[in-house]
């Protein structure tokens, strides 16, 4: 069965082309938000398996979004991205309690996967 | 001569006429007493205000004292038994103490301030005139055993009613006399330090009245009864002569302080530290609150000696409302003295003109301080606005073009596995999203570099931990504090250690590298350091110049140790304002 998936992101060229490359990999993009207030609502209504959330949001940081879906009871596996590196974070992303981070120029299927197939927080 | 000067020189020949006419009654009817100091206590009473009146025409004290020793000879010139002489003469002689009370508290301005002062002048002054209304109307000399008094009896004659209405007077004193210290004291509570100085004087005349009082219930004036009761008579009289001559003092003690302006000249002769102008003002003013304001913009704006803007108070501010003198100089405001409103303006502006040279200088360099206030000011400003543009253009790299090239890269990856490709075409893209993927980097290495996302998102220590890891030479980082700084001083820090670290990798040779953050007694201290081959010089190349500038805007110090061979040390301190 495939993989329901939830995008979060502010760009709506990145959501579209995201979404066709995932779909192309099997996977199911149940929805998308544009910022965090609505991915968390949209996370909480659909109850994807993965939510690929943006750190920069127009409303919230990434960060808080993923503490606010990690709140509720059975949270999805969230995969933080942005076009900056994980350094530019520091330590912020280990500690948020997503299931891993990928920059955007380096999604693809395989990616996802290899940060799925990694240790839950 | 001026003809004020004139009038007054009359008034006291008629007032010594009246005082030795009274004496000389005295002396024609045998009474008891040394007439010579008689007559010196009422002269001394009557130089006194007539000088007060010279020198402090709008003061009310020399008038009292006048009318004090006028009223009390009354009594000298009621002996004289002759037509309605010794009624006139006692009602005259009534309100000798409402004057010298009224003199006392009205001291030294010569006003009654407060409505309680006057109530209890006004009570002392209404007691006298029932005294004397009762006199007027009940009075009958003859009775008294006056046969030469060739005069109609009063309209109700009664010796009992004159006897009476005396007595109830002096046991009105029970009430009038607490009242009027009570008035003494909340007017001593309500003083400046200044009205206190000049209330001093009153305080010895009070010891002096006192003692009198004192010495009165000893004293008689009969030297064949008892020669410790004339000695006591006496000595009492010779203090009397001093009352007047301790309100005159008191009353013309800021004409004496001019003095204190020689003093000051001469202190204004030497070189003065900071705030010793104002320490010198306010010891010859007798102020020790005494502030100086300087003007600046012809008086547009004004500031402290340290350059700080501050504003002259507007009459009556504060729950102690000062007095602002402003000195003016080439017609323009120089300089504004707040000071307590007891002191006399023509002292101030005395004191001000002695100190006028210095006053000047102190504006010039208040004015140099504010505008070096100002410069400081400035630059932060301008680095400040400088970060504030730098993490905006990140912020504008990494939303525009990195998320745009990000797009193309999945779009390229989309295209290339597409089923049916030509396997050249692929080829190509591959080559081409690799290019793009370099470009990514390329970018954000130099949006890093604009202004590192790490060091908003995580603060300092972790943005240089960042730095280190990147770093070409190995760099160790020490940090002995946790949480943020502010976002000038965090910006400022971090491209210190950012450049020193550039330059180690550029110029330096150096092995290895460290970097050490400190915070401590509010200064912010970081400090690189390398074994590299030294030699490195601020003045050279605009890299540390500008370093220099970033810290000094935001009022850090910066120092640089490279000998030629011993590596090289960069040593900022900052003042460290809040935590974030």
């Keep these: 069965m495939a993989r329901s998936v939830l995008i979060v992101d502010d760009h709506a060229g990145f959501r579209a082309q995201a979404k066709a490359l995932l779909a192309v990999a099997g996977y ?64 912020r992303i280990a500690r948020s309690g997503a299931r891993g981070f990928i920059t955007k120029a380096d999604l693809s299927a395989m990616a996802l996967e290899s940060v799925l197939e990694g240790p839950a927080p | 001569m001026t003809r004020r000067r004139c009038w007054l020189t009359a008034l006291g020949v008629v007032l010594v006429a009246w005082i030795v006419g009274a004496e000389w009654v005295s002396i024609h009817v045998g009474v008891p007493e040394n007439h010579f100091i008689d007559a010196a206590v009422g002269l001394s009473f009557v130089l006194a205000g007539l000088v ?27 002996n004289l038994n002759i037509a309605a002489v010794p009624m006139i003469g006692m009602i005259g002689a009534q309100p000798s103490g409402a004057f010298i009370a009224h003199a006392a508290l009205a001291y030294p301005t010569g006003r009654l301030r407060t409505r309680f002062e006057r109530f209890v002048i006004g009570l002392i002054y209404g007691v006298n005139a029932v005294v004397c209304v009762v006199i007027l109307l009940a009075f009958d000399p003859r009775a008294d055993g006056c046969t030469r008094c060739a005069w109609e009896p009063a309209p109700f004659p009664s010796r009992t009613a004159v006897l009476t209405s005396l007595s109830l007077s002096q046991r009105a004193a029970f009430l009038t006399v607490p009242l009027f210290f009570l008035a003494v004291w909340l007017r001593w509570r309500r003083s400046t330090p200044a009205e206190r100085r000049d209330l001093i004087p009153l305080w010895i005349g009070f010891a002096v009245v006192g003692l009198v009082y004192l010495m009165d219930g000893f004293a008689s004036p009969d030297t064949t009864a008892d020669q410790f009761s004339y000695l006591m008579w006496e000595l009492q009289s010779v203090l009397q002569i001093s009352l007047p001559l301790i309100f005159l003092w008191g009353l013309l003690a800021t004409r004496l ?51 700080r803007p501050e504003s002259p108070p507007r009459p009556g501010e504060g729950r102690r409302a000062k007095a602002v003198t402003v000195i003016d100089r080439a017609g323009g405001p120089l300089a504004a003295l707040i000071h307590d409103p007891a002191l006399d303006a023509g002292l101030v502006r005395a004191v001000a003109a002695a100190a006028g040279i210095r006053l000047e200088n102190e504006r010039l360099q208040a004015d140099l301080r504010a505008q070096l206030d100002e410069v400081r000011a400035s630059r932060q400003r301008i680095v400040e606005a400088g970060d504030r543009e730098r993490r905006r253009v990140e912020r504008n790299l990494h939303d525009g073009a990195q998320q745009r090239l990000a797009t193309l890269v999945l779009s390229l990856a989309m295209l290339r596995d597409r089923d049916g490709v030509d396997p050249a075409l692929a080829a190509s893209i591959e080559a081409t999203t690799s290019d793009l993927k370099q470009a990514i980097a390329e970018l954000r290495e130099l949006a890093r570099g604009i202004h590192p996302a790490i060091l908003t998102e995580e603060g300092l ?52 590298a460290r970097v050490e953050l400190s915070r401590r007694d509010g200064v912010l201290l970081v400090e690189v350091s390398d074994d590299g081959v030294g030699g490195a010089d601020v003045s050279h190349g605009s890299g540390l110049r500008g370093l220099a500038d970033r810290v000094a805007a935001v009022r850090g110090t910066f120092g640089v140790q490279s000998p030629p061979g011993g590596g090289t040390l960069v040593r900022v301190e900052i003042p460290v304002p809040a935590e974030r």
């Design chain 2, 257 to 307: 302080a001019r003095s204190a302006v020689g003093d000051l000249v001469v202190a204004m002769d030497r070189p003065l530290l900071p705030g010793e102008l104002r320490a010198a003002l306010a010891k010859a003013l007798g102020d020790p609150l005494l502030r100086v304001l300087y003007a600046l913009d012809d008086g547009d704006h004004w500031v402290d000696a340290d350059g």
């Design chain 2, 461 to 512: 220590p972790a943005a240089v931990e960042a730095l280190a890891d990147r770093s070409a030479v190995p760099v160790q980082v020490r940090t002995d504090f946790e949480g943020r700084l502010s976002e000038p001083v965090e910006a400022v820090a971090y491209f210190v250690v950012a450049e020193s670290i550039a330059n180690v990798i550029k110029y330096a040779q150096a092995r290895a």
């Design chain 2, 52 to 78: 007060a009146l010279d020198r402090r025409p709008g003061n009310a004290t020399g008038v009292l004292m006048i009318a004090y020793a006028v009223s009390a000879y009354f009594g000298n010139w009621s």
């Design chain 1, 28 to 91: 199911e993009v149940v929805g998308e938000a544009a910022d965090g207030a609505s991915g968390v609502r949209v996370a909480m209504d659909l109850s994807p398996d993965v939510v690929l959330l943006d750190v920069q949001l127009p409303d919230l940081t990434g960060f808080e979004v993923v503490r606010q879906i990690r709140s509720r009871p059975d949270p999805p596996a969230i995969i933080l991205i942005s076009s900056r590196d994980a350094a530019d974070y520091g330590g």
